[in-house]
């Protein structure tokens, strides 16, 4: 019965890797895809201003995920 428990250990927290790595990956990547579309095809505005917003954004939301990932960490 001990090997069974530890198997299921490590299916739930293996699941749970997973699951915590797909929301920081979402947390990450929309909102600078979002960012980039906004300003590429709702304001018009010039490429290097695009990426530069979409890349301010992407740094922005990596700060969130790292803040975000120490508390599903616990």
Known sequence: MDSN???NDAKI???KIF???TLL???IAVPAIISTI???YV???NL???ISAGIITLF???GFAYKISRKLSM
Request: charge should be positive; charged fraction near 10%.
């Open 5 to 7: 428990s530890e198997k």
């Open 60 to 62: 922005v939301a990596m």
């Open 43 to 45: 304001i018009k505005t």
């Open 48 to 50: 290097i201003i695009t």
């Open 19 to 21: 699951l915590n790595g």
């Open 25 to 27: 990956a979402i947390i």
């Open 13 to 15: 927290s293996i699941l």
């Open 38 to 40: 906004l300003f590429h």
